[in-house]
């Protein structure tokens, strides 16, 4: 069981033994556009906020009931390029830069904790697509508030059978405010994930 302790927990009034809900608001990053090619993979970055503010967050085997207010930095981060069956064989993030435009926090991320290969894998659920996805070790430390619009510079390399272009790729990443909120049968999505990779599975928390 995890818990993140803060003010309050709501029990969601009505909610069976089997199922749970979710009403969250997220102070995070998002860009704009579909992503940057490299060597015919869409590769894109994504964030995950893993602070909460003003609310809680519990799970457990059987039953959750839960309430959240805020969820925001720090993030776990991460590099996905989406590519084609067969055709795509891997990514590897050589060096990255990050910048805030509200702080003034301009930083380049340790090579020595790069630089590691990240394999395009095809799930059962989308065969027309595969996927590398590289989580950068650490976490980000910024916060929408506080550091305002996040600039990174990533240093990307994508390999086919026949060839690897590499780029230096700006991602900009505007504050957003989203609501997350799930209603979930927990039954459902505990077959669903038998037998899988967490890797194939879809994680709607990534921005």
């Known amino acids: 069981m995890r818990c993140i302790r803060t003010g309050f927990i709501i029990a969601i009034a009505g909610c069976l033994s089997n199922c749970a809900s979710l009403i969250a608001k997220k102070d995070t990053y998002g860009s704009k556009g579909p992503g940057v090619k490299i060597n015919g993979a869409t590769v894109r970055m994504q964030v995950n906020p893993q602070g909460s503010a003003d609310g809680a967050m519990a799970f457990s085997a059987m039953v959750v009931a839960v309430g959240v207010a805020t969820m925001e930095g720090p993030f776990r981060w991460r590099i996905e390029a989406v590519g084609t069956p067969g055709v795509h ?82 991602f900009q990443l ?29 994680d709607p928390n990534w921005d």
């Open 89 to 170: 064989q891997s990514l590897v993030v050589h060096r990255l830069h990050t910048s805030t435009a509200k702080s003034k926090r301009k930083e380049w991320y340790p090579a020595d904790k790069l630089n590691q290969r990240a394999d395009f894998r095809t799930s059962k659920e989308q065969p027309t697509l595969s996927r590398a996805r590289y989580e950068i070790p650490g976490l980000l430390q910024v916060t929408a508030e506080k550091d305002g619009k996040l600039t990174i510079l990533a240093d990307v390399s994508v390999s086919t059978a026949q060839r690897r272009e590499r780029k230096l790729v700006r």
């Open 174 to 202: 505007d504050p957003q405010q989203k609501r997350a909120d799930e209603f979930i049968f927990l039954p459902v999505e505990i077959v669903k994930t038998i037998g899988k990779d967490w890797d194939e599975l879809e």
